[in-house]
């Protein structure tokens, strides 16, 4: 049985790998991941988010692996 911590711990996962997949489909349609407000103001707010947490302990390895496959900095 699933405790709360586990609980959201999964949901922020999903939502992560949601916004993941959004990320990946900016980059496949532009070729980079130079989100601009204008363009998607949710994915740009998360990914300026994601460049903080590179340069912290509250990210994950693979998550770490999967943004660096877009080349996000």
């Known amino acids: 049985m699933c405790n709360e911590s586990e609980i959201v711990r999964n949901m922020v996962s999903k939502q992560w790998f949601a916004n993941y997949q959004s990320l990946v489909s900016f980059y496949d349609r532009y070729g980079n991941v130079h989100v601009q407000k204008d363009d998607d103001q949710a994915l740009y ?16 390895d693979q998550m770490r692996l999967l943004l660096a496959k877009v080349n996000i900095v």
């Open 45 to 60: 707010r998360w990914c300026k988010t994601q460049r903080k947490l590179l340069k912290s302990p509250f990210i994950t």
